[in-house]
C-alpha cells in the first residue's frame, strides 16, 4: 500500500453533469498530481499541486480543475463531462520537488460518462 | 510524434526466458527515467530509477542511452508473476515530479 487513497473508486455520470475526485495523499507528502488514464494508454499528466498552489498543468481544457487544501489533500473537479473523460484518473503524491522523487500512485478512479 | 513512445507488444515469453524492450523519448533535456509496472486495472507501481551507467535489481535491468534517447529494460529468468505491463516513464522537467509515460508495453509470461 502507498499510502495514497482516492474516493470513489467507481463512478457513472452522465454527459454535461460535473464531478469531483478526491485524493489523500502519503503523510508529510505536499505534492499531488493527476493524470488521466484512458483504456489501452499510458497516464496523461493532468495538473500538479504543490503546497496549494498549481504547479504546471498538462493539455487539458479549463473544464478540468482542481484544489489542495492545507493537509496537502487535493480535489480534481470537471465540469460538463464528454463520453471522452471516460478513463482512470490518478492521484500521485511525492515529497516535495525534484526530478528524481518518486511519485506514489493511488489506487485510481475508474468513471464512465454515460 | 509522442514524447515517450513503447511498442506496445504482447510480448510473449515462455517461463525463465530473456525479455527486453525498448522506449525512446523525444526531449534531449529530460531530467530522470523511470521504469513503471501496472497490473490490469491497478495504479502504476515504481519498478526501478534508471541511470547513467545503468542499473540492476534483481532480474531487472535498465539502461540509458542519452545519445540515442532511449532506455531499456531486460528481464532475466521470467516468471509468471512478471506479466504486466511496463510503463517507461520520463521527467522532463528540472524544477518539478511531472511525469511523461509512454504507452506501456505488454508483457505476457506462459508456462
Known amino acids: 500500500e502507498t499510502g495514497v487513497t482516492q474516493s470513489p473508486t467507481h463512478l457513472i455520470k452522465t454527459r454535461g453533469q460535473q464531478v469531483t475526485l478526491r485524493c489523500s495523499s502519503q503523510?508529510?507528502?505536499?505534492?499531488v498530481s493527476w493524470y488521466q488514464q484512458a483504456l489501452g494508454q499510458g497516464p496523461q499528466f493532468i495538473f500538479q499541486?504543490?503546497?496549494?498552489?498549481?504547479?504546471g498543468r498538462g493539455n487539458f481544457p479549463p473544464r478540468f480543475s482542481g484544489l489542495q487544501f492545507p493537509n496537502y489533500s487535493s480535489e480534481l473537479n470537471v465540469n460538463a463531462l464528454e463520453l471522452d473523460d471516460s478513463a482512470l484518473y490518478l492521484c500521485?503524491?511525492?515529497?516535495?520537488?525534484?526530478?528524481?522523487?518518486?511519485?506514489?500512485f493511488g489506487q485510481g478512479t475508474r468513471l464512465t460518462v454515460v | 510524434r509522442k514524447e515517450v513512445e513503447q511498442d506496445p507488444g504482447p510480448f510473449n515469453v515462455p517461463e525463465g526466458a530473456t525479455v527486453a524492450f525498448n522506449c525512446t523519448y523525444s526531449?534531449?533535456?529530460?531530467?530522470?527515467f523511470f521504469w513503471y509496472r501496472q497490473d490490469c486495472r491497478k495504479e502504476p507501481k515504481l519498478l526501478m530509477s534508471?541511470?547513467?551507467s545503468g542499473n540492476e535489481d534483481g532480474r531487472f535491468t535498465a539502461q540509458l542511452n542519452r545519445a540515442s534517447q532511449y532506455i531499456s529494460l531486460l528481464i532475466r529468468d521470467s516468471k509468471l508473476s512478471d506479466s504486466a505491463t511496463y510503463l517507461c516513464?520520463?521527467?522532463?522537467?528540472?524544477?518539478?515530479?511531472?511525469?511523461?509515460f509512454g504507452g506501456g508495453t505488454r508483457v505476457l509470461v506462459k508456462p
Open positions: 500521485a503524491s511525492s515529497l516535495a520537488q525534484g526530478p528524481n522523487t518518486e511519485a506514489f
Open positions: 503523510s508529510g507528502h505536499n505534492t
Open positions: 499541486y504543490y503546497r496549494e498552489e498549481e504547479n
Open positions: 526531449n534531449s533535456a529530460s531530467q530522470s
Open positions: 534508471v541511470y547513467s
Open positions: 516513464v520520463v521527467n522532463m522537467s528540472p524544477a518539478g515530479n511531472k511525469l511523461t
